[in-house]
């Protein structure tokens, strides 16, 4: 016995589709604009805690190396030598940072990757969709 077969109109199946792809898009657009705004958290909150680090940290580390320096001297040597030392080592560290810090914000670690990893499936499964039915019209 066969089970009865209903016949679909091509208004009817153009209809489906574009309200499918309507509701498709409306979802992408949901998923991307939350993943974009917790990425925009995260960079508000990272850059206020570096501001507040900063500000804490910049008369610290003065203080730190005026005693670097004032015990350099007192282990004898010359007082240009010795701010020149700390200067050097403060230097090379504060440009170790700021080099790891960029790296940080680059544009490509910020990339809303879960959003386009799904743009990637829906279309991967959309031409699968249109070729299997693509298909089911020859046999028909």
């Known amino acids: 016995m066969r089970s009865p077969v209903t016949e679909r109109t091509v208004p009817?199946?153009?209809?489906?589709?574009?309200?499918?792809?309507?509701?498709?898009?409306?979802?992408?657009?949901e998923l991307a604009r939350t993943e974009l705004s917790g990425k925009v958290n995260q960079v508000g909150t990272g850059?206020?805690?570096?501001?507040?680090g900063a500000v804490l940290l910049i008369?610290?580390?003065?203080?730190?190396?005026?005693?670097?320096?004032?015990?350099?001297?007192?282990?004898?040597y010359p007082p240009h030598w010795s701010a020149l030392i700390v200067g050097g080592a403060a230097l090379i560290v504060g440009l170790i940072l700021l080099m790891i810090g960029l790296n940080r914000l680059k544009a490509d670690s910020l990339m809303p990757r879960k959003?386009?990893?799904?743009?990637?499936?829906d279309k991967s499964v959309a031409t699968q969709q249109m070729g299997s039915n693509h298909g089911h019209k020859r046999a028909a």
């Open 12 to 29: 009817g199946i153009l209809t489906d589709l574009l309200t499918q792809f309507t509701q498709l898009l409306r979802t992408e657009g």
């Open 47 to 52: 850059l206020a805690l570096v501001v507040g």
């Open 59 to 76: 008369p610290a580390l003065v203080v730190l190396l005026g005693a670097a320096v004032a015990a350099l001297e007192r282990a004898g």
């Open 115 to 121: 959003t386009i990893r799904q743009l990637r499936e």
